[in-house]
């Protein structure tokens, strides 16, 4: 698995922008960076972000944008990104929450919100 790059980030902003999820990841975003909740559950907020993603992804388009990301971070395919179990997919959310150091971020981006 590679590190979240740039051209990751515009990608997911198509992707938030065509689901208009943006106040949904927003709630999640100050949630894992409430610094009074220190111990945030990662696998929580990673399940939630799936969750999320998946109710707001009923259209192809965006399916296959989320696959063709994942399969970007995680340096695979599309196809094995596809086929994938949601508790997989949770642990590949949970990897890039963790090296990422996405708790980080979140705690930046809630403070912008």
């Excluded at 902003?13 to 208009?20: G, V």
């Excluded at 999820?21 to 945030?40: M, Q, R, V, Y």
């Excluded at 340096?75 to 090296?99: A, Q």
Aim: aromatic letters at 6%; zero cysteines; hydrophobic letters at 40%.
């Amino acid at each position: 698995m590679r590190k979240l790059i740039l051209s990751d980030a515009f990608k997911m902003a198509r992707i938030l922008k065509t689901t208009e999820i943006k106040d949904e990841l927003s709630k999640l975003a100050t949630k894992f960076g409430d610094t009074k909740n220190k111990k945030t559950n990662v696998n929580e907020i990673g399940l939630e972000v799936i969750l999320t993603l998946i109710s707001a992804s009923g259209n192809k388009d965006v399916e296959s944008q989320i696959y063709e990301l994942l399969a970007g971070v995680v340096e695979t395919t599309p196809e094995e990104i596809k086929n994938l179990s949601i508790s997989g997919l949770k642990d590949i959310f949970v990897k890039i929450i963790k090296e990422n150091d996405l708790g980080s971020f979140f705690k930046s981006a809630s403070s912008l919100i």
